[in-house]
């Protein structure tokens, strides 16, 4: 009679082996890593052990996230199947290397029916192995796109683009100090999220995120500003005060914040947004000017959807993936041709709008892929009316504006023979008020100056 292997003696061989090796079942809970799994990656066993693996990329070196999201095995090993997919795995010290995992249903034990499926991590390059796995390609570009940007940047976004390189060099500089940040960009295209971003990985993050509104009331305004500056003690303030819609700040309400922060001995970060060009407000005299001095050492500007099609796809996965997190259900990603439509719509309502798409999609998913039947019916109606009748295209009305009035400035100069008197009164308008005008404009010379100089001495 033939001796079996004593099975305490193979568990110890794998759990030692250096050959990269772990199991999870079928709550997708890591029970085994092993040794090799711990060289390669920087995790202990006890780190990892007892976690679940959802199907989710982080990026950030020090999220256990950013490993168990690779670890996640596909929903077609749960049914029996083996599966080779490609992987970029970053260790806890932030380095990265390309490999693939072999999965293996192993199933289940007579005297335990929980399925368990083990995996087996490569060092080689999906190129090396000869994986072909289209439907895994998303999640493992992703993995790669994201851990590319953490390195070079410090941050995990989505930037192929020239413009989000931009600005994830720019959230990267702006992490690395306090300096006052002011994020521009159309409705939805994830401002306060960065400004978040920048918030919680600077000096002041383990503070609070006081974000205001600045289109409330001026009553409701000049109560929550009182607040914020009530305190001396750094201890007792936000770590970062975030000015949402910042050109809709009363005037008053702009000198008073200038005021506390130039008197301030501790005052918190101030970050600030706008859906215009924050220089319009220079134009239409509705920002003063030290104030828009005090939050623009930093401008970000931040592209629309629709300028962000080579990313758009990989965007549209991590959006999906972080409504996997904690759940049972797992959505791995999106099929060719519910890929193929979100692609064809122009996304007017930017990220905003592309995320409640894929959330309403991710609840409405049965299977492992989002299918066009699972996109939402509001959606496919306002596809089917975009390919109907394409919106007509229109310059934004500040910048339209800014140019008008300065077009009527140059004309009336150039009929007064530069005699800014004349022109005041042409143009129905006192002349310091001309003045800052053709300031605002760039259209006054050093002579100008002097006079608007003198003219406001009088004044006063």
């Not at 990265?96 to 929980?114: P, Q, Y």
């Not at 006054?444 to 608007?452: G, N």
Request: negative net charge; charged residues 25%; aromatic residues 6%.
């Amino acid at each position: 009679m033939s001796q079996r292997r004593p099975q305490r003696g193979l568990a110890v061989w794998i759990t030692s082996s250096p050959l990269p090796m772990f199991v999870v079942d079928e709550r997708r809970v890591v029970l085994m890593f092993n040794a090799g799994c711990e060289e390669l990656t920087g995790w202990s066993a006890a780190d990892v052990i007892g976690k679940p693996c959802d199907y989710q990329i982080d990026g950030r070196p020090e999220a256990l996230t950013t490993l168990t999201g690779i670890l996640a095995p596909p929903p077609e090993v749960y049914e029996g199947q083996s599966f080779r997919t490609p992987v970029v795995i970053t260790t806890l010290d932030g380095s990265t290397h390309e490999c693939v995992i072999d999965f293996h249903a192993l199933g289940t034990l007579e005297n335990d029916k929980r399925f368990r499926v083990l995996g087996i991590l490569l060092k080689e390059t999906a190129r090396q192995s000869g994986v072909v796995a289209a439907m895994e390609s998303a999640h493992a570009e992703l993995a790669r796109r994201v851990a590319e940007s953490q390195q070079r940047f410090g941050v995990p976004l989505i930037a192929l683009t020239p413009a989000m390189q931009r600005v994830a060099a720019q959230v990267k500089l702006a992490q690395s100090n306090d300096t006052a940040v002011h994020i521009q960009g159309d409705a939805g295209t994830g401002k306060e999220h960065l400004a978040r971003r920048i918030h919680y990985a600077g000096s002041s993050g383990r503070r609070p995120f006081v974000p205001i509104d600045c289109r409330q009331s001026h009553a409701e305004l000049t109560r929550l500003i009182e607040r914020v500056f009530e305190f001396d003690d750094p201890a007792f303030q936000p770590g970062t005060l975030c000015l949402k819609h910042v050109e809709a700040l009363p005037r008053d309400l702009q000198v008073t914040i200038r005021q506390e922060y130039r008197t301030a001995r501790n005052a918190p970060r101030l970050c600030s947004t706008s859906c215009k060009s924050i220089d319009a407000g220079l134009v239409d005299d509705t920002l003063d000017a030290e104030f828009h001095s005090l939050i623009t050492p930093l401008i970000i500007q931040l592209p629309t959807l629709s300028q962000r099609e080579p990313e758009f796809l990989l965007l549209a996965q991590q959006l999906l993936e972080q409504f996997n997190h904690r759940q049972e259900k797992q959505v791995i990603g999106l099929t060719a041709e519910a890929g193929d439509m979100l692609l064809e719509y122009w996304w007017p309502g930017n990220v905003r709008e592309l995320e409640e798409v894929i959330y309403s999609a991710w609840q409405r998913c049965t299977k492992s892929r989002i299918s066009v039947d699972d996109l939402p019916p509001s959606f496919l109606s306002r596809h089917l009316a975009d390919d109907a009748s394409p919106t007509p295209s229109f310059p934004q009305l500040a910048d339209y504006l800014a140019e008008a009035e300065r077009t009527l400035l140059m004309q009336a100069l150039e009929a007064a023979q530069g005699n800014k008197t004349v022109v005041a009164g042409w143009l129905g308008v006192p002349r310091a008020k001309l003045y800052r005008r053709l300031e605002a404009h760039q259209l006054l010379d050093s002579e100008s100056v002097t006079s608007q100089e003198n003219d406001e001495a009088q004044d006063s």
